[in-house]
């Protein structure tokens, strides 16, 4: 089982500071990373060099995200958060040079949609979840950020209309102080919308909306701030991760009905991983491996159900802050195959064989499907791993 | 017979009427002397002059009338050697040809056959001088015409060949055929094998044909048998070849033998009785001689004349086509010839072309066979011919090869037998032609020099070579046998066994080894790059599923990523270059293919091709530059260095992760000084974790002095493009000058502006009167709210005012100064090479950071007593670099240093002391080297050292002194050190020159009531 230490497939280079937030973007041809300086890089994975470079912020990013196909928002250390419209076509006119390079001229910068003034208080990233529409072609977005005036609670905005529409208030049961990371979805059993959070304290709590806010469950795993919280693709359990060296996984339970009052209830596993300091974690699409980006330069990766180390991946001097995983089509592939008739097959055939064709698509294709871990750190540099 | 018809005639008649006349008359009066013979001569030639000229005018009659003159004339004649018998023969040659060619009396006829044989071949039994060849070229003429005259007379092929001319016609032939080999001129030959063509298409009688053939085949054999001895010229081999084909086929055409061949041999017994020849049993004989004789004619095959090529070729397909069946046995050498012989005849119209192979093999299934055979037994006799040193040899069967592959294409007779076969028969052609290799000495890492390699020659020079070098084959005289193999290569089929041969040989290549791998590897580009360019017309009009273009794609992928992987290897684990040359190869035909799209597989293609351009093998380094052309070209960039430039991130990248892995092969360092090198200063910002890397490299490995070397050529390389960059961006621009400079004397002048400054001061401060304020400075609110502004919450914005305060160094700025405080280490280094290279990093880097100084001094503290050290290196090289690096130390941080010279300031003296010493005894001895000696080179250090430190380092006067009595011989001579010495103390530098008598002489001071004492003696004093 002696393994070769695994290497990174890429390292991207470029950005000037320490990286805050890695997302792949545009099913996995971009990946999108924004810096301590507000610089936002678009990658492209084809050919592993920018597509769109501009700086978003005036601080540093906290979060990045893709809304649809054409739109990305950056939430910043200036109070502000930003929907940026900027569909594949208009990259070729964005400037590519990397934030290392400072230019003479000012960047252009994609067109802005909305501006949501908000809290920066503390260093968490918005969270975001699409609103179950009524028509279609009308994009509604919730998304969640903590309270302008007091950071224990959360706003959730509604977009493109820009209004807060809920405020969660604070639980009474602890003091959690700020809050440091949010998760926000509908659940799909009750469809109630539901948040997660994580707090300075190291408390973690989820609530949900049903006629009000609910506080469904808390726990206190963690010793020091909670740093990165993400959940599982089924909504079942989420995981926490701090700034000790405890890593969490924590049930969301589907009904509210039992539960009457906020409970202090345990989390399903804790593991103490030894290496304290954890600032990104994320689970994979599939739900079958989650990572962790440590301070101690090294992205580990841990097995969704049985909570084991799998890999550790070594290349970064620094402390690694972001990692994402790109997206994976698998489940989407399975579901079609089984509902393919002969005719489709005969379809796919062709499809795949005008795949054949051209050496760029097939690059492309492999872009898309390849694996990649991409793992933002400290030194301003993100490695790209493919891996599981 | 019309009036108009007769007139004519009757004026013929009458012109020749007195000649004949006067002829005869002269003829029946000769008397053998010489003037009867001129009258002779005179009237024969006016004769022949009035038959050349009126020749079509004769008939059977008119002939017969002319004819009796000549007779006479040559019923006199003992020999025929003269003017006159060729006069008369040429006479007779035109009645033959013109007066007789509706019929002749066949008693006539015969007798002439006798004569013309006898002038001919001269009577026999008498031995006479030979025939000038004139008359014997008449001769045949008229035995040709009168051959022909008796195939247009009723009962004259048969008399021919009645029991009593049978011997003259024997003769006859005998003596043509002699003619024809042996004729003493081509021209003559070809006379004697147009009159053997008369003689045979003149009998009709089969028996007598059959008894004549073996003497008239084994004639033409040796007329058409290319020997030494004799040139045959093209004309007469055309004319035999035509000859044999004819009587081959008018005796032993099928249809002539389907009799014979259907015999019975019961039959043929029974008849024996009879004088019947033609029987199975001759049959068998003949076309066994048949087969003798025509093994001996193919051999023309390989004529240089393209028309004698041409008439074999028509041979062959006759005899295959009308003696398919009789001379079966020969079949396989006339098919063989046939496919040699293929495309002869391309260059004629489709109309005029004859009858081909192709068309032959679907009459007659069993040619097929025959093909396949033949070309079977070339494909495995090819490994075999390629072995030898022939080199026309190994042309030929190639040629063959591709013609009879390129004919079983057309015939669409490709087998998989077939296929298989070629493919082990190119291979092991491919692996014989191979040369061993020369015995590799091991690699040793003296091998490579940086500054000699190919990586930094791309840098200056603008190679644009767009070819590669053959690999294989590459000698010479092995041009053509390349060209012709890739003509092969062209031929081997349709494109689909072309496509499924190139990737059998790349399966086959990834389990073989050895010459056998090469081969294959070689092969399979090959065939695919013929594939390719063959088909690519094809492709721009159809769709890709007709043309197979998917295939060959992904054949080409396949070879491709195969290639990628070859080149990815370390250089040591391939057993063989040549492997990585044709890799190359195979990356440029596939960016030329690809074009512009290639510029997205330059993320994995690049740095492999790019390293090789460091590698210690000459052959592969041009391979590498011409294929970075190629590439280059492809893509769509100007040359090479903008391909390295514009893509320069990828070449990052690979380098860094190679050396991550330790995989420390010395091209990467050389690779990356080219980069730097071209692409500048805007590298580095990009370069910080390889540079990490670079130093871990040298944790590890700081044993290997090359390759510890190497990696300091690139610091190095890197110190030197930083320093002169802007992105050192040193923040502050203080200018920090440690230059001493003179003390200045305050003269009267300053103090009068001294005091008018002052009293102007004074009057300005007289303020006016002001009103007492009114209103409060700041309101109680505007207080209030500076109380409620929070203070800066958290850490974060404490450093981030921290910040504000004092930018951090860039990112050049950090590298260029870890740099330099890395080299620290490995200053004791064995190297004296890498210590020099380390003092000149050290002296660079210090004179491009000494501007920030907060981060310089310590640098400099911890550097000092490393590099001080040096300075008493025993290499005096390294001892020269080391005091100019002191000189840029001092130069940069100034008094800083002050304490630490004086500490080390004895041992400095001693040095200077000893270096002078040295100097001084190397100028006195003889047969120095002047400047260039090693000891006035240090000398010269030391000197610039110690300006160095006088001009910028505070020292105490003691320590000057000893300065300036070590130099004090060369104060008058430089400038610079005078300088120096005069900024600290002026007057001791004026007393040691005056000392010396360099000063300008002062003339004494005259003032009337004084006596100045003199200047020298004043200071002696």
Partial sequence: ?388 | MSINARSPRNELFQELKPRCVELSQLALRDDGSSGSNKALIQSASQLLAILQHKCRGLDQKLADYVFFPISQILKRKQTYTDRLSELSIKSLRILLEYGWKDGIALELAKQLLMLLTFVVGGVPGKESAPTPEELLVEAYGALAALFRDLAGTPGGAASVVDAGTIPALGHCLAVVLEGATDGPAAETQLEALITLEAIWSCIKDVQALSTFLPGTVSALTKCLMPSTGQRRSRKVIIKALNIFRYVLVSLLGDIKTRNIRNQKPSASNKGATEPQALTTSWLKATSGQIRLALSNVIRLRTHESAEARKALNRLCITLLDECHDTLAESSAMLVETCIMLTGIDDDEDLVDRATSLTDLSSIYPDLVDLIKNSVYNWVTSLPRIMQSNDEAGKLSALENLSKGSLLLQGLNLESPLLHDALCDSLRDSVSVTLDTLPTRKPVQDSEFDLNSQAALTLATENASTTRFKPVLMGKESQKETLQQFASLIDNLGSRESQMRMASEMLEYARSASGPTLLASFWLSSRILRSATSKNRDLDEFFESSLTLSDEQDVAGQELFSYSLSLLGKDNEASPDWRMQTIALEVIADTAQHLKQDFRAELVDTLYPVAKLLGSSNSSLREHAITCLNIVSKACGYANASELIVENADYMVNAISLSLDTFDISPQAPQVLVMMIRLVGPSLLLYLDDVVRSIFAALDNFHGYHRLVEALFTVLGEIVLVGSDSKQLRITNDVSIAHRKTKLHHSSMIDIASLIAAKSSENEETSYPPEKAPHTPWKSADELLDEREVPPPEGGDDETTSMEIAKAPPTKTYVMLQSIARLSQHYLTHASPILRVKLLGLVSISSTALYKDEDSFLPLVNDIWPVVIRRLYDEESFVAIAAANAVAAICQSAGDFLSTRISAEWVELMKLSSQSKARFAAEKKGKGGRGVYSQASQVWEAVIGLLIAIVGNVRIDDGMFDEVLELLEDLLWQREKLRDALETVNSDAVWLVLQWMGKNKRFDQPVAEGFTFARMDMAVLV
């Fill in chain 1, 1 to 388: 089982m002696a393994l070769p230490p695994a290497t990174p497939a890429y390292i991207l280079r470029g950005h000037g500071s320490q990286i805050h937030a890695t997302t792949f973007v545009r099913s996995n041809r971009r990946l999108m990373t924004g810096d301590a300086d507000g610089w936002i890089v678009i990658w492209s994975l084809i050919i592993k060099r920018p597509v769109a470079v501009w700086r978003a912020h005036q601080g540093s990013i906290l979060g990045a995200s893709a809304w649809g196909s054409d739109k990305f928002i950056t939430h910043g250390k200036d109070n502000k958060l930003i929907v940026w419209k900027l569909s594949e076509e208009d990259e070729a006119s964005m400037s590519i040079v990397l934030p290392v390079d400072t230019p003479p001229e000012p960047r252009k910068e994609p067109w802005i949609l909305h501006i949501l003034e908000v809290n920066t208080m503390n260093f968490c990233s918005f969270a975001q979840a699409d609103l179950p529409s009524n028509d279609e072609g009308s994009e509604e977005l919730l998304i969640a950020v903590p309270n302008t005036m007091s950071s224990e609670t959360v706003d959730i905005f509604h977009l493109p209309s820009g209004k807060r529409i809920h405020t969660i208030p604070a639980s009474p049961t602890f003091k959690g102080g700020m809050i440091m990371a949010l998760s926000l979805f509908f659940h799909p059993l009750t469809s109630h919308l539901t948040v997660l959070a994580g707090y300075e304290s190291g408390h973690t709590s989820v609530s949900c909306l049903t006629t009000s806010w609910h506080a469904l469950y808390t726990a206190n795993p963690h010793s020091q701030p909670i740093l990165s919280l993400d959940v599982d693709p089924g909504k079942q359990f989420y995981f926490t991760s701090s700034a000790d060296a405890v890593l969490a996984k924590h049930p969301i339970s589907a009904s509210n009905e039992n539960v009457i009052g906020p409970v202090e209830s345990m989390p399903l596993k804790v593991i103490k991983t030894k290496h304290s300091g954890q600032q990104g974690l994320k689970v994979r699409n599939d739900g079958k491996v989650l990572a962790t980006a440590g301070w101690d330069g090294r992205v580990r990766v841990y097995g969704v159900k049985g909570m084991k180390e799998l890999a550790v991946l070594k290349w970064h001097k620094e402390g690694c802050y972001a990692v994402a995983f790109a997206d994976m089509d698998v489940e989407v592939e399975e579901g079609k195959d089984e509902g393919v008739d002969s005719q489709e097959e005969k379809g796919k055939a062709l499809a795949s064989r005008t795949g054949t064709m051209t050496v760029k698509e097939e690059r492309e294709q492999k872009a898309k499907s390849t694996h990649w871990l991409a793992v933002g750190s400290k030194d301003g540099k993100v490695s790209l791993w493919d891996i599981y």
